[in-house]
């Protein structure tokens, strides 16, 4: 059995799913997709779908790259396809994402000072609050 074979197999029950439904998603018979795993004949009109359902690049199927392909194999479903989206996009919109993502992170992880020297400062104008009362004082300003 070749690699794009064993590839095929152990992404398939990575996936939970049986011949028979992988043949029925792709279109063709389970015969088909058999030899696919068999290495009986190579998948590459249905290569693309195959890639797209087990969520890897064609190149990982091919046994042409392993160390992003196995990162995405640690990855869910959802995480796999939005790096697939971002490896897509031009630099700009890398930028983007990178600008967005790191805000976000920043933000839920409390950590302003990230994001405090990438932004211009605004001068706050309005008041200072007066400083809360204790039970028996005065409230004070302090200004």
């Not at 992988?22 to 590459?44: D, F, M």
């Not at 405090?116 to 706050?124: A, F, G, T």
Request: hydrophobic content about 30%; glycine content about 4%; aromatic content about 4%.
């Amino acid at each position: 059995m070749n690699l794009t074979a064993q590839r095929l197999r152990a992404l398939r029950k990575r996936e939970g799913l049986s011949q028979t439904e992988v043949a029925r998603i792709l279109g063709i018979t389970r015969t088909a997709y058999n030899k696919y795993e068999s290495g009986a004949s190579a998948p590459s009109r249905k290569l693309r779908e195959l890639a797209q359902l087990y969520h890897v690049s064609t190149d990982y199927i091919l046994g042409e790259e392993d160390a992003l392909a196995e990162k995405l194999h640690e990855a869910d479903a959802r995480t796999s396809s939005q790096l697939r989206k971002y490896l897509d996009l031009s630099d700009e919109g890398k930028d983007i994402v990178d600008i967005t993502l790191d805000a976000v992170y920043a933000r839920e992880s409390n950590d302003v000072s990230s994001t405090e020297s990438s932004r211009p400062r605004v001068k706050n104008t309005a008041a200072a609050p007066k400083s809360p009362t204790v039970a028996g004082e005065a409230p004070t300003d302090r200004h």
